[in-house]
């Protein structure tokens, strides 16, 4: 089975750094992604991550560790413009292929 | 140009009737997939498609058939509406490519279809 955990809502301040954690239990484990998805939109992909570590693209970071099925979303120098929901999501090497978390609202405020 | 796009983006409709949601893409790629999204649930898989004529089902099947006649083109149909359906539908696209050294599959998402059972 497979199950996704993120915190529902997140508040932060212009300027800040924000870290948004994301949990999995998979079998069959072929690589994380987070998503933006600002209200009523598509949601747009962010990062992928595969192996552990760290990858950093701009203002954006994404963290993995597969040995305990942890990622964060690290946001730096928030502008008002991140406020958008993130979607955390497991792609599979087999079946059904991606399964995503129910996504974290995060709200930047001045 | 949208690279994938949806038809209707908003629908209203009755319960039992059939209705139809359309998805096309002009980036080639192989893979679809239709997602509904609910508040709190986040994005839930209907069905996919690796090819055309190639048809799986997701986690949320039930009450929902598609379609796929040609690559760019992937459709969604409600047999028989009810209004537990109401939703944010999603299409969505897939590539592989290698990124960094490693082989990586992106999602690119449609628009959405904003669908109301009464």
């Known amino acids: 089975g497979q199950n996704i955990d993120q915190p529902t809502e997140m508040t932060a301040t212009e300027g800040a750094i924000v870290q948004i954690n994301c949990t999995y239990q998979t079998s069959g484990f072929n690589g994380l992604f987070w998503y933006q998805q600002h209200a009523g939109e598509a949601p747009t992909f962010l990062s992928y991550n595969v192996l552990d570590g760290l990858e950093e693209k701009g203002r954006f970071s994404s963290f993995l560790s597969r040995s305990k099925g942890y990622s964060y979303l690290l946001l730096k120098e928030l502008q008002m413009k991140d406020s958008a929901s993130y979607l955390c999501a497991v792609k599979k090497n087999y079946g059904q292929n991606f399964v995503f978390g129910p996504g974290t609202r995060l709200s930047v405020l001045p | 140009d949208a690279d994938v796009t949806q038809t209707p983006r908003n629908r209203i409709t009755k319960t039992g009737k059939r209705i139809m949601l359309e998805c096309s893409q002009t980036?080639?790629?192989?893979?679809m997939y239709w997602y509904r999204q609910d508040p709190g649930l986040g994005l839930r898989l209907i069905y996919y498609s690796f090819d055309v004529k190639d048809i799986n089902k997701g986690e949320i099947s039930d009450g929902y058939s598609v379609s796929r006649q040609a690559q760019a083109k992937f459709s969604l149909s409600l047999e028989s509406a009810i209004p537990n359906q109401t939703a944010l539908y999603f299409c969505?696209?897939?590539?592989?490519?290698?990124?960094?050294?490693?082989?990586?599959?992106?999602?690119?998402f449609g628009p959405g279809t904003r669908l109301l059972v009464l």
């Open positions: 969505a696209t897939s590539d592989l490519r290698l990124a960094g050294g490693r082989l990586q599959e992106t999602q690119y």
């Open positions: 980036k080639g790629h192989d893979r």
